[in-house]
C-alpha cells in the first residue's frame, strides 16, 4: 500500500519472493528521552511547572506534596467505630419509640403547646396539622439523631467510609496569576528584560523547552544577578536562541535516558516512597523520599550487602541526577567504579576515563594538575599508603608525604615535570643511576636547596623504617604493563585532572577490578584525595561538586576522614558505599559516620554493623504502656452465675486491666530491628542538610521510586 492508500500491483509478486537475510532492523531512536516533560505540546511542560512545591520536611518529595499533620490523629478502629455507631442508631431507635407511642409521657410536647396558638393546634386543616404536628415531630426525631448521632461519630463513618469511596477526582490546577506564574518569567521583566521572558515564554507554549532547559536558563540568570555575566549577553543568547540559550559545553540538552523521576526545580530525585510504617515520623509516611545537593552537601554513605540495591537503588539515580545538573550547569560530577558497573551509558558524561583500556581517549593525571611539589607529595602519599597510616595521630602519614616531596620537587626543578610511574619507582628503589643524573643536574643548576632534599632522602635509603621500599612496592602496582599508557607526564596524553570542577563537567571513571584489585583502590584514594584538595581552592564555590564512590573499600583512611569533613564548608560532597563496615578500620567508624550527615542501612545489614549505626542515631523518649490483667473473683451467687456465663462466651475468665502509662528512652533502631526487621527491597536513612535540618531515621521503600 502506497503513501496515499493505493495498493501496488507491481510488489504483490515481490513480496512473496523469499528476501535474502539480513543485520536486524534497529528501532528508531526515541524522540525525547523517557522520564522529561514531552516536546510537541508545551501544556504538560507547564503544568509540570506550575505544580505547587511547597516546603516541607528534608528529603520529602516536593513534587505535588501535600503536607500532613505532624502528629497522627487518634483513629478509632473500625469494629469498635461501626458497633458504636449501630448501638447508637438502636438506642436512637429506642428513645423515638418510647416517646412516639407515649411510653415516657407527653412532656416532650410541651414545647408545641407553649409557643404554638391553639387554633393552630385545633384547627381540622389538614395542611396545618400536618405542618404543625407532623413538622413537630419530624424536628424531634432530628434532634435524636444528631444526639445519637454525635454519641455513635455517624460523621466519622460517613468520611472514613462513604465519603472516601464517593470522592470524585481531584478538580484540575488552577491556573496561577500571572504575577505568580513562573512560565511568565517575571525576574527577567522586573530586570527589564522583557523580550527575553517572551520569547522563552513563547517556547514553553510551543513545546520546545525542557525541564533542563528552563534549569539552566535559570541558572544562567542567577550569574546576572550575581554579576558574573552582562545582562546584555544574557538576553542577546536568549533572544537568538530561545530555549536552548546558554547551553552546556558539551552541546547537550539532556541525557540520553532517565531510569530515575527528577525534579530540576527544586533539584531533587526521587528515590522511593517512606513506608507507612510506626516506627517513621506521621508526616513521612506515604510520601516520596527524595534527595538533592542540599542533602548531598553533607555527604551520605550506604551500606549493604551485595545485591541490596546500593547501585541500581542509590547510587545511580544520584550519579543521574548530579548529571542533569551538570548540563543545567549548576554542578560537576566524578563517578568512580568498576567497568561495567551499571553507572550510566558512556554518552551521559563528557569525561570517561578507563583505567588500563588501551582505547580509552583520557588518562588520569597522578598528580591532581597541580605544580607543587609538597601538594602532589601530600596527595600521592594518601593515595599510595593512608590505608597504612594508624588511624590515632602519629607522623606515618607526614614521613610518606616528605619522602615523596624529597623527589618530586628535585625533579621537577630539573625536567620541568613530575616524573612518570617508572621514573618515580626507579627513584624510590634507590637506583644509582637515575639518582646520580638528578644529583649532577642540581649541581650545575647551582639548586642547592634541592641538592640538600636529595641528600637526605640518600641518608634514608636501606635504613630500618624507611617508608622509601614501602612506596616503592605501592607505585609497583601501578607500573605494569595494563598501565603503560596512563599516568604519562611528558604532555603526549590528555590526562584528565580535577582541577576542572571549576566547570560543570561530567566524568566517570572506570577502575581496572580483575586482577588489579590493589591498584584500583590506590587510584580510588588518589581520586577521593585529590577531589578533596580541588574543591578546598575553587574560586566559584556556587557550582555544587561531588564525587560518587561505587565501592569504598579500603578507602577509609584518616586523611580521607577529615577531608570529608571539609566537604560541606566547599559545598561539595561524597557519596560513597560499603558492603560492609568491617571495610573500614574499627577506630575509624564512629568518625566516619559521624562526617557524613545522610546514612544508609539497606536490608541485609549485619547486627555489629546495625550496632554502629544504632549508636550514631541514638535514642528518643516514647511512650510505653504496661498493661496488666488481673482476674476478678465473684463473692456473690449473682455474680459466679455472670462470671460463668461470661467464662462460657468468651472462653476466657472474667479479668480487670490496668494500663500504666510512663515515658522511657529507647533506641530509634536497635541492631536487631536493623538486621532482620528491614524488609527486601527497603532501607532505613537519615538525612541532615547543609542548613542543619535533621530527618530521624526513617524506613523507605527504594522499589517505588516513581510513586
Given at each position: 500500500?502506497?503513501?496515499?492508500?493505493?495498493?501496488?500491483?507491481?510488489?504483490?509478486?515481490?513480496?512473496?519472493?523469499?528476501?535474502?537475510?539480513?543485520?536486524?532492523?534497529?528501532?528508531?531512536?526515541?524522540?525525547?528521552?523517557?522520564?522529561?516533560?514531552?516536546?510537541?505540546?508545551?501544556?504538560?511542560?507547564?503544568?509540570?511547572?506550575?505544580?505547587?512545591?511547597?516546603?516541607?520536611?528534608?528529603?520529602?518529595?516536593?513534587?505535588?506534596?501535600?503536607?500532613?499533620?505532624?502528629?497522627?490523629?487518634?483513629?478509632?478502629?473500625?469494629?469498635?467505630?461501626?458497633?458504636?455507631?449501630?448501638?447508637?442508631?438502636?438506642?436512637?431507635?429506642?428513645?423515638?419509640?418510647?416517646?412516639?407511642?407515649?411510653?415516657?409521657?407527653?412532656?416532650?410536647?410541651?414545647?408545641?403547646?407553649?409557643?404554638?396558638?391553639?387554633?393552630?393546634?385545633?384547627?381540622?386543616?389538614?395542611?396545618?396539622?400536618?405542618?404543625?404536628?407532623?413538622?413537630?415531630?419530624?424536628?424531634?426525631?432530628?434532634?435524636?439523631?444528631?444526639?445519637?448521632?454525635?454519641?455513635?461519630?455517624?460523621?466519622?463513618?460517613?468520611?472514613?467510609?462513604?465519603?472516601?469511596?464517593?470522592?470524585?477526582?481531584?478538580?484540575?490546577?488552577?491556573?496561577?496569576?500571572?504575577?505568580?506564574?513562573?512560565?511568565?518569567?517575571?525576574?527577567?521583566?522586573?530586570?527589564?528584560?522583557?523580550?527575553?521572558?517572551?520569547?522563552?515564554?513563547?517556547?514553553?507554549?510551543?513545546?520546545?523547552?525542557?525541564?533542563?532547559?528552563?534549569?539552566?536558563?535559570?541558572?544562567?540568570?542567577?550569574?546576572?544577578?550575581?554579576?558574573?555575566?552582562?545582562?546584555?549577553?544574557?538576553?542577546?543568547?536568549?533572544?537568538?536562541?530561545?530555549?536552548?540559550?546558554?547551553?552546556?559545553?558539551?552541546?547537550?540538552?539532556?541525557?540520553?535516558?532517565?531510569?530515575?523521576?527528577?525534579?530540576?526545580?527544586?533539584?531533587?530525585?526521587?528515590?522511593?516512597?517512606?513506608?507507612?510504617?510506626?516506627?517513621?515520623?506521621?508526616?513521612?509516611?506515604?510520601?516520596?523520599?527524595?534527595?538533592?545537593?542540599?542533602?548531598?552537601?553533607?555527604?551520605?554513605?550506604?551500606?549493604?550487602?551485595?545485591?541490596?540495591?546500593?547501585?541500581?537503588?542509590?547510587?545511580?539515580?544520584?550519579?543521574?541526577?548530579?548529571?542533569?545538573?551538570?548540563?543545567?550547569?549548576?554542578?560537576?560530577?566524578?563517578?568512580?567504579?568498576?567497568?561495567?558497573?551499571?553507572?550510566?551509558?558512556?554518552?551521559?558524561?563528557?569525561?570517561?576515563?578507563?583505567?588500563?583500556?588501551?582505547?580509552?581517549?583520557?588518562?588520569?593525571?597522578?598528580?591532581?594538575?597541580?605544580?607543587?611539589?609538597?601538594?602532589?607529595?601530600?596527595?600521592?602519599?594518601?593515595?599510595?599508603?593512608?590505608?597504612?597510616?594508624?588511624?590515632?595521630?602519629?607522623?606515618?602519614?607526614?614521613?610518606?608525604?616528605?619522602?615523596?616531596?624529597?623527589?618530586?620537587?628535585?625533579?621537577?626543578?630539573?625536567?620541568?615535570?613530575?616524573?612518570?610511574?617508572?621514573?618515580?619507582?626507579?627513584?624510590?628503589?634507590?637506583?644509582?643511576?637515575?639518582?646520580?643524573?638528578?644529583?649532577?643536574?642540581?649541581?650545575?643548576?647551582?639548586?642547592?636547596?634541592?641538592?640538600?632534599?636529595?641528600?637526605?632522602?640518600?641518608?634514608?635509603?636501606?635504613?630500618?623504617?624507611?617508608?622509601?621500599?614501602?612506596?616503592?612496592?605501592?607505585?609497583?602496582?601501578?607500573?605494569?604493563?595494563?598501565?603503560?599508557?596512563?599516568?604519562?607526564?611528558?604532555?603526549?596524553?590528555?590526562?584528565?585532572?580535577?582541577?576542572?570542577?571549576?566547570?560543570?563537567?561530567?566524568?566517570?571513571?572506570?577502575?581496572?577490578?580483575?586482577?588489579?584489585?590493589?591498584?584500583?583502590?590506590?587510584?580510588?584514594?588518589?581520586?577521593?584525595?585529590?577531589?578533596?584538595?580541588?574543591?578546598?581552592?575553587?574560586?566559584?564555590?556556587?557550582?555544587?561538586?561531588?564525587?560518587?564512590?561505587?565501592?569504598?573499600?579500603?578507602?577509609?583512611?584518616?586523611?580521607?576522614?577529615?577531608?570529608?569533613?571539609?566537604?560541606?564548608?566547599?559545598?561539595?560532597?561524597?557519596?560513597?558505599?560499603?558492603?560492609?563496615?568491617?571495610?573500614?578500620?574499627?577506630?575509624?567508624?564512629?568518625?566516619?559516620?559521624?562526617?557524613?550527615?545522610?546514612?544508609?542501612?539497606?536490608?541485609?545489614?549485619?547486627?555489629?554493623?546495625?550496632?554502629?549505626?544504632?549508636?550514631?542515631?541514638?535514642?528518643?523518649?516514647?511512650?510505653?504502656?504496661?498493661?496488666?490483667?488481673?482476674?476478678?473473683?465473684?463473692?456473690?451467687?449473682?455474680?459466679?452465675?455472670?462470671?460463668?456465663?461470661?467464662?462460657?462466651?468468651?472462653?476466657?475468665?472474667?479479668?480487670?486491666?490496668?494500663?500504666?502509662?510512663?515515658?522511657?528512652?529507647?533506641?530509634?533502631?536497635?541492631?536487631?530491628?536493623?538486621?532482620?526487621?528491614?524488609?527486601?527491597?527497603?532501607?532505613?536513612?537519615?538525612?541532615?542538610?547543609?542548613?542543619?535540618?535533621?530527618?530521624?531515621?526513617?524506613?523507605?521503600?527504594?522499589r517505588n521510586p516513581g510513586g
Open positions: 500500500m502506497d503513501s496515499d492508500g493505493t495498493h501496488d500491483a507491481r510488489g504483490t509478486h515481490a513480496d512473496r519472493v523469499p528476501r535474502p537475510a539480513g543485520p536486524p532492523q534497529v528501532p528508531p531512536r526515541p524522540a525525547q528521552a523517557p522520564g522529561a516533560p514531552p516536546l510537541p505540546d508545551g501544556s504538560a511542560f507547564l503544568t509540570w511547572l506550575r505544580t505547587p512545591r511547597p516546603e516541607a520536611a528534608p528529603g520529602v518529595w516536593r513534587f505535588g506534596h501535600r503536607p500532613r499533620p505532624e502528629v497522627e490523629p487518634e483513629e478509632i478502629p473500625a469494629r469498635q467505630l461501626l458497633s458504636g455507631a449501630f448501638i447508637a442508631f438502636l438506642v436512637g431507635w429506642l428513645i423515638w419509640s418510647l416517646l412516639y407511642n407515649g411510653y415516657l409521657g407527653a412532656w416532650w410536647l410541651l414545647p408545641l403547646q407553649l409557643f404554638t396558638p391553639d387554633s393552630w393546634r385545633g384547627s381540622d386543616d389538614k395542611i396545618v396539622r400536618f405542618l404543625v404536628w407532623d413538622g413537630y415531630t419530624v424536628l424531634v426525631a432530628f434532634a435524636i439523631m444528631i444526639g445519637v448521632g454525635r454519641l455513635g461519630r455517624w460523621g466519622e463513618v460517613w468520611r472514613r467510609f462513604v465519603a472516601s469511596r464517593l470522592r470524585r477526582a481531584a478538580p484540575p490546577q488552577a491556573l496561577p496569576t500571572p504575577e505568580e506564574d513562573p512560565a511568565q518569567w517575571n525576574q527577567l521583566r522586573a530586570a527589564g528584560a522583557a523580550d527575553a521572558a517572551e520569547r522563552l515564554g513563547a517556547d514553553a507554549r510551543a513545546g520546545l523547552m525542557r525541564d533542563v532547559d528552563h534549569a539552566r536558563i535559570t541558572r544562567a540568570w542567577q550569574g546576572v544577578r550575581s554579576g558574573r555575566h552582562s545582562l546584555a549577553t544574557f538576553t542577546g543568547a536568549v533572544l537568538r536562541e530561545g530555549a536552548a540559550a546558554c547551553l552546556h559545553p558539551s552541546g547537550e540538552r539532556d541525557l540520553p535516558g532517565r531510569l530515575a523521576r527528577h525534579d530540576l526545580v527544586t533539584g531533587q530525585v526521587r528515590l522511593g516512597t517512606t513506608a507507612d510504617d510506626p516506627r517513621n515520623p506521621y508526616a513521612y509516611r506515604g510520601t516520596g523520599l527524595a534527595l538533592g545537593p542540599d542533602l548531598l552537601g553533607t555527604s551520605l554513605l550506604a551500606v549493604g550487602p551485595a545485591g541490596s540495591g546500593k547501585t541500581g537503588a542509590v547510587v545511580w539515580p544520584l550519579a543521574e541526577s548530579l548529571c542533569l545538573h551538570a548540563l543545567a550547569g549548576r554542578a560537576a560530577v566524578v563517578v568512580v567504579g568498576a567497568a561495567g558497573a551499571g553507572l550510566g551509558p558512556v554518552d551521559a558524561y563528557d569525561v570517561v576515563v578507563r583505567v588500563g583500556n588501551p582505547e580509552s581517549v583520557y588518562d588520569l593525571d597522578l598528580y591532581g594538575g597541580t605544580t607543587d611539589p609538597d601538594e602532589a607529595a601530600a596527595v600521592l602519599a594518601e593515595a599510595l599508603v593512608g590505608d597504612l597510616t594508624d588511624p590515632h595521630p602519629s607522623g606515618e602519614s607526614r614521613r610518606s608525604t616528605t619522602v615523596l616531596a624529597q623527589l618530586l620537587g628535585p625533579y621537577r626543578a630539573v625536567h620541568g615535570r613530575f616524573p612518570s610511574v617508572p621514573e618515580l619507582r626507579q627513584l624510590l628503589d634507590g637506583a644509582p643511576g637515575p639518582l646520580a643524573a638528578l644529583r649532577k643536574a642540581l649541581t650545575e643548576g647551582g639548586q642547592e636547596s634541592l641538592l640538600r632534599e636529595l641528600d637526605a632522602r640518600e641518608r634514608q635509603l636501606g635504613h630500618p623504617g624507611d617508608v622509601g621500599s614501602v612506596l616503592a612496592d605501592r607505585v609497583a602496582l601501578l607500573d605494569r604493563p595494563a598501565f603503560a599508557g596512563f599516568f604519562d607526564t611528558s604532555g603526549q596524553s590528555r590526562p584528565f585532572s580535577l582541577r576542572a570542577l571549576d566547570h560543570p563537567v561530567r566524568v566517570r571513571i572506570d577502575l581496572p577490578q580483575r586482577g588489579h584489585a590493589d591498584a584500583s583502590r590506590i587510584l580510588a584514594r588518589l581520586v577521593l584525595a585529590q577531589f578533596a584538595a580541588s574543591v578546598a581552592v575553587r574560586e566559584d564555590r556556587s557550582l555544587f561538586a561531588c564525587l560518587v564512590l561505587d565501592d569504598a573499600t579500603g578507602l577509609v583512611t584518616p586523611d580521607a576522614v577529615r577531608g570529608i569533613q571539609r566537604l560541606r564548608s566547599a559545598n561539595a560532597g561524597v557519596v560513597m558505599t560499603l558492603r560492609t563496615l568491617d571495610d573500614a578500620p574499627r577506630p575509624l567508624r564512629s568518625p566516619l559516620l559521624g562526617a557524613i550527615g545522610c546514612r544508609v542501612a539497606l536490608s541485609g545489614l549485619t547486627p555489629w554493623d546495625g550496632q554502629d549505626f544504632a549508636e550514631v542515631w541514638g535514642k528518643e523518649w516514647t511512650e510505653a504502656r504496661d498493661v496488666t490483667d488481673r482476674q476478678i473473683i465473684a463473692e456473690t451467687p449473682a455474680g459466679k452465675a455472670v462470671h460463668m456465663l461470661r467464662r462460657v462466651i468468651t472462653g476466657n475468665a472474667p479479668t480487670a486491666r490496668a494500663v500504666t502509662v510512663r515515658q522511657v528512652e529507647r533506641e530509634r533502631w536497635s541492631a536487631s530491628e536493623l538486621a532482620h526487621g528491614v524488609p527486601p527491597g527497603h532501607a532505613v536513612l537519615s538525612l541532615t542538610s547543609v542548613r542543619g535540618e535533621h530527618a530521624p531515621p526513617l524506613l523507605v521503600d527504594l
